[in-house]
């Protein structure tokens, strides 16, 4: 399918004259670069490149196993002087990549959503603990409320 779409693409070029500059250039590599294909590359393992980003409606990622995701978040929640240090130390949350990591190697979508997750889950954790404190809290009021 991929290969038709491709092909498909290429002839599209072809018949409407744009074959003075390649914009699209499959590799016998089986690598592929769409954009100015004088200035761009596929790096490392990499198979496609589009230069100025790709628009879809859905992209789907697939696991290949289950050490690629965050079930053990919880077991891994940081006390919130942990979280506090990291924000006044390192500007950003406890173990996420800092924007200058960012800037430099980028990120995988699934690593990134893993961590995004873990994020969610401790600040679920948070917020049921936060939820219990203010139960016993209502609790102690009231029964300091009856004795008056």
């Known amino acids: 399918m991929a290969k038709t779409f491709l092909f498909t693409l290429m002839a599209l070029f072809l018949i409407t004259g744009l074959q003075a500059q390649e914009i699209m250039l499959l590799k016998t590599s089986g690598k592929v670069v769409i954009g100015d294909t004088t200035q761009i590359t596929t790096p490392g393992n990499y198979n496609l490149y589009v230069q100025h980003g790709i628009l879809t409606e859905r992209v789907k990622v697939s696991l290949k196993n289950t050490a690629d995701w965050?079930?053990?978040?919880?077991?891994?929640?940081?006390?919130?002087?942990?979280?506090?240090?990291?924000?006044?130390?390192?500007?950003?949350?406890?173990?996420?990549?800092?924007?200058?990591?960012?800037?430099?190697?980028?990120?995988?979508?699934?690593?990134?959503?893993?961590?995004?997750?873990?994020?969610?889950e401790w600040l679920w954790q948070y917020t049921i603990k936060l939820h219990e404190e203010n139960e016993a809290l209502k609790v102690r009021l009231k029964a300091l409320e009856e004795k008056k």
Do not use: C, R, W
């Open 70 to 120: 965050s079930d053990q978040a919880f077991q891994q929640t940081p006390a919130l002087t942990e979280v506090k240090a990291s924000i006044e130390e390192k500007s950003h949350l406890p173990a996420m990549p800092s924007a200058t990591q960012l800037v430099n190697s980028g990120y995988e979508v699934t690593q990134m959503d893993a961590k995004l997750l873990a994020q969610i």
